[in-house]
């Protein structure tokens, strides 16, 4: 994703930055190495579970617009609680006009049955976790924002070509946009 995003910066205001954060050392290393030649563009090692210490780090002016992107992330923390306070922190960092975009995994109309089947499997991999959660529970990580159209919808209805009927009956990934106003 930092890939794509840095991608942007030449179009993007002289000024603008994309720091990466990831805890992976592998990930850290190619993205490294991707980035190189990027201006603007930066990594640091970092763990969501810390959120201040990665605002600490983080090359931004926190007194001006950003945007944080938690794309594909926030259903690797298994806490609703910590979740939402990770994600409470880092709002609170973002001045007026700030973007928070937010993708996350979802299951539609599964049962708790097959939720917890799809979980075992997924435990068995390097990361170990995965929590779907569902509008309600995306919803609060925008609690004091407002979200922009078409709000917590399936990704593949945000700005399509062509109109997309959402559904959120089969799983799926959900994606928001909010802004500090």
């Known amino acids: 994703m930092l890939?794509?995003?840095?991608?942007?910066?030449?179009c993007g205001h002289d000024r603008?930055?994309?720091?990466?954060?990831d805890?992976?050392?592998?990930?850290?290393?190619?993205?490294?190495?991707?980035?190189?030649?990027?201006?603007?563009?930066?990594?640091?090692?970092?763990?969501?579970?810390?959120?201040?210490?990665?605002?600490?780090?983080?090359?931004?002016?926190?007194?001006?617009?950003v945007a944080i992107l938690l794309v594909a992330v926030l259903h690797f923390l298994p806490d609703d609680d910590e979740t939402y306070g990770v994600v409470a922190t880092l709002r609170r960092s973002m001045a007026r006009g700030s973007h928070l975009v937010v993708s996350h995994i979802y299951a539609g109309d599964h049962t708790e049955e097959t939720v917890r089947e799809g979980a075992a499997v997924y435990s068995r991999t390097a990361t170990g976790s995965l929590t779907g959660r569902d509008p309600p529970r995306i919803a609060r990580y925008?609690?004091?924002m407002?979200?922009?159209?078409?709000?917590?919808?399936?990704v593949d209805a945000w700005r399509p070509a062509e109109p997309v009927e959402p559904e959120l009956v089969k799983p799926g990934i959900l994606g928001a946009v909010g802004v500090v106003r």
């Open 23 to 65: 805890n992976d050392p592998t990930v850290l290393a190619h993205a490294r190495a991707l980035l190189a030649t990027t201006p603007g563009a930066t990594v640091l090692e970092g763990d969501l579970h810390d959120p201040a210490a990665i605002l600490d780090r983080a090359p931004l002016d926190f007194s001006r617009p």
């Open 3 to 10: 890939g794509t995003v840095s991608r942007c910066l030449p």
């Open 16 to 21: 603008a930055g994309t720091p990466g954060v």
């Open 142 to 144: 925008f609690e004091g």
């Open 146 to 154: 407002e979200l922009l159209e078409p709000g917590i919808a399936p």
